[in-house]
């Protein structure tokens, strides 16, 4: 398959020195085993927070008191897992309706603008790429008032049905952007072949583009999904925390539970982390890809 | 004539939805938002149409950029900006740096520096909350507990209650979420550096250092403006965070995010349109300069 593959968008990080790094040699051992001190102070440090979480959350009222709070819990409690359940269930069953189709509407869009803006040269096809990017930066701070306003006067149900349409829309530069890196990479024979098979553009589009186009369209999707399940500034202008996704929620179980029970929020922020990090674990390769294109240059 | 319609027609078909909605909702909301910030709507009853409102130009801006509250907010975004910033490109390149050579479990390390960039802002911010909890002493829980424990304990602050300097407590969670994401673009760029160039170096007797300082920094130096970029941008539009640990009424953490969201809570349209106005050009001050010299080198 023209030898695109996933690799071209998801590895961009490859193994250190894969093949190429002669094998540091033997007498900077002592450097080397500094090194790798340092590498696990930092991976201690970075898992602080999940002890605290994990920890935390299995703890019931018998460790409330402040000279336990790093200590491991007396009696395990699944009590908290229990209640932050009860309480987030319906927003995150509300969250995956909402990221679904977001995620796969804009890829389509983004696919679509990505290949035209990559293969089809017009007077001021840069500028038109840059204007769509711009909006990939803009504070949407800058847009939020008008933009209640012309959600409200929509008649557009508030919610989670708002929310996807937003998502979709803001969702297009970035989108945009990642398939255009990728269709830039696709050599022009490809192209060139179907249009010599009579092809015009849009079923050159159908049936020789999409079909090679899986890769970046993992990329998106996962990018996209992450991003309208983190999404939390949105969700406080558009939703309540009766119909909106569970970032809201758990900011109002957080809040609720504020002075006494840590240990219900934890359990919360870990149920709310699981999709992303699943996502994160099983298809962190297309995950990174998808950051990389972040960086604008792809 | 049909020539044109077939040549252009398709790609223009394609494209023309997401240029009429990006058109609208960036660009035309944008100038409605403006519009906005130039009126005297502070009260709901103006906010919903039934009592009117006036056409004031700058007097918003000024008055906001002369407020005390207000000048409060940029300072801390500053600051926020400033710490997350060194933060999170001293810690990625750091990271990136340890991890460029091979060694033993470096997935396993590349995987965890990394993986708080998947989590919410909200769930992260449930920890940190806790991690910065301001009792000390006897009551002292999270991080000043831990300080404590190891025998750091005059390291005891009171973290974000502090009403100058406490928003750069806020900024440790954001680099703690993000430094990870700059060392994986600084890790792209160290891969990047063809391995003959620093043959070539060593051959000619560099010291290491100088290897780095005259021949890996200068090729670094766009992922690294690709860093300051994105970081900084997202820092200017931080909310998520302070609204997670922080809460959206606390002086001492506000910056013009949270300022826009409590004048729209209130139905002031007018204020809350103009502290977006002024955060789109802080922000446009960062990015515009940049998409421009991406696009022309991209040209060339």
Redesign the interface.
């Known amino acids: 398959m023209t030898g695109l593959t996933t690799d071209d968008l998801a590895a961009?990080?490859?193994?250190?020195?894969a093949n190429?790094?002669p094998?540091?040699r033997k007498r900077y051992s002592v450097a080397?085993t500094l090194?790798?001190l340092?590498?696990l102070f930092?991976?201690l440090v970075?898992?602080?927070?999940v002890y605290?979480?994990v920890v935390?959350s299995f703890k019931g009222i018998g460790d409330a008191s402040?000279a336990r709070?790093?200590s491991l819990p007396q009696t395990w409690t699944m009590v908290n897992w229990r209640d932050a359940w009860t309480a987030l269930a319906p927003a995150i069953a509300r969250t995956v309706e909402m990221v679904i189709p977001a995620a796969i509407i804009s890829s389509f869009?983004g696919s679509?603008?990505g290949?035209?803006?990559a293969r089809?040269r017009?007077r001021g096809a840069?500028?038109?790429?840059?204007?769509?990017?711009?909006?990939m930066?803009?504070?949407?701070?800058?847009?939020?008032?008008?933009?209640?306003q012309?959600v409200l006067g929509s008649g557009l149900p508030n919610g989670i049905p708002s929310l996807i349409v937003l998502h979709v829309?803001?969702g297009?530069?970035i989108t945009?952007l990642i398939f255009r890196n990728y269709y830039q990479s696709v050599p022009n024979e490809l192209i060139e072949a179907a249009r010599v098979d009579g092809a015009?553009?849009?079923r050159t589009?159908v049936s020789v583009v999409l079909p090679i186009s899986i890769p970046s369209f993992v990329v998106v999707l996962i990018w996209q999904f992450?991003s309208a399940?983190?999404?939390?500034?949105f969700a406080?202008?558009f939703s309540s925390s009766q119909n909106g996704p569970v970032?809201l929620a758990?900011?109002n179980l957080?809040?609720g539970a504020l002075l006494q029970n840590?240990g219900v929020?934890?359990a919360?922020?870990?149920l709310?982390?699981v999709p992303?990090?699943l996502?994160?674990?099983l298809l962190?390769r297309y995950?990174?890809g998808g950051?990389?294109s972040?960086?604008?240059?792809g | 004539m049909p020539r044109q319609i077939?040549q252009w027609g398709?790609?223009l078909?394609?494209?023309s939805?997401?240029?009429i909605?990006?058109g609208v909702?960036?660009?035309g909301?944008?100038a409605?938002?403006v519009k906005?910030s130039m009126t005297d709507v502070h009260k709901a009853a103006q906010a919903t149409g039934r009592a009117p409102s006036h056409f004031v130009w700058f007097e918003n801006f000024a008055t906001l950029l002369g407020s005390d509250a207000f000048q409060h907010s940029l300072k801390n975004l500053l600051l926020f900006t400033a710490v997350f910033l060194v933060g999170t490109m001293v810690?990625g390149f750091?990271?990136a740096w340890?991890?460029?050579?091979?060694?033993r479990g470096?997935?396993i390390?590349?995987?965890?520096?990394?993986?708080?960039?998947?989590?919410?802002?909200?769930?992260?911010?449930?920890?940190?909350?806790?991690?910065l909890n301001s009792?000390q002493g006897?009551?002292?829980?999270?991080l000043n507990?831990?300080f404590q424990?190891v025998g750091l304990g005059f390291l005891q602050n009171n973290w974000w209650n502090n009403v100058n300097v406490g928003i750069a407590a806020i900024a440790l969670p954001a680099i703690?979420q993000l430094s990870?994401?700059v060392m994986?673009?600084f890790?792209?760029g160290f891969?990047g550096i063809p391995?003959e160039l620093r043959e070539a170096g060593r051959i000619d007797g560099a010291s290491e250092w100088k290897l780095y300082r005259y021949v890996l920094f200068p090729q670094l130096s766009?992922?690294a403006l690709?860093?300051v970029?994105?970081i900084g941008?997202m820092s200017?539009?931080t909310?998520?965070l302070i609204?997670?640990i922080s809460?959206p009424a606390n002086y001492q953490t506000k910056v013009?995010?949270i300022d826009?969201?409590v004048f729209?809570s209130s139905f002031n349209?007018a204020d809350?349109?103009a502290?977006?106005?002024i955060?789109?050009v802080i922000?446009a001050v960062l990015?515009?300069p940049?998409?421009?010299r991406?696009?022309r080198t991209?040209?060339n």
């Open positions: 961009p990080l490859g193994r250190a020195g190429r790094r094998r540091a080397r090194r790798y340092a590498m930092f991976l970075v898992l602080i927070p605290v979480l935390t402040p709070a790093w869009l679509m603008n290949f035209v803006l089809w017009f840069d500028l038109v790429f840059t204007l769509i990017l711009f909006g930066f803009i504070p949407y701070q800058a847009v939020m008032i008008p933009l209640l012309l829309i803001y297009i530069p945009t015009g553009m849009l589009f992450t399940w983190n999404d939390f500034l406080v202008f970032t758990l900011n957080a809040n840590y929020s934890m919360g922020a870990l709310a982390s992303t990090l996502v994160y674990i962190g995950f990174i950051l990389m972040g960086s604008v240059k | 077939r398709p790609p078909l394609l494209i939805p997401s240029l909605i990006v909702f960036v660009y909301l944008i409605i938002n906005t810690m750091l990271w340890l991890l460029d050579r091979p060694a470096e997935g390390f590349r995987s965890v520096y990394l993986f708080p960039m998947a989590v919410s802002f909200i769930a992260s911010g449930v920890v940190w909350r806790w991690l009792n006897e009551m002292a829980s999270g507990r831990l424990i703690w990870g994401y994986a673009l890790l792209a891969r391995e766009p992922v690709a860093a970029i994105i941008h200017l539009k909310f998520d609204m997670s809460k013009p995010a826009m969201y729209k349209y809350s349109a502290v977006g106005v955060l789109l922000v990015i515009v940049y998409l421009v991406t696009a991209e040209k």
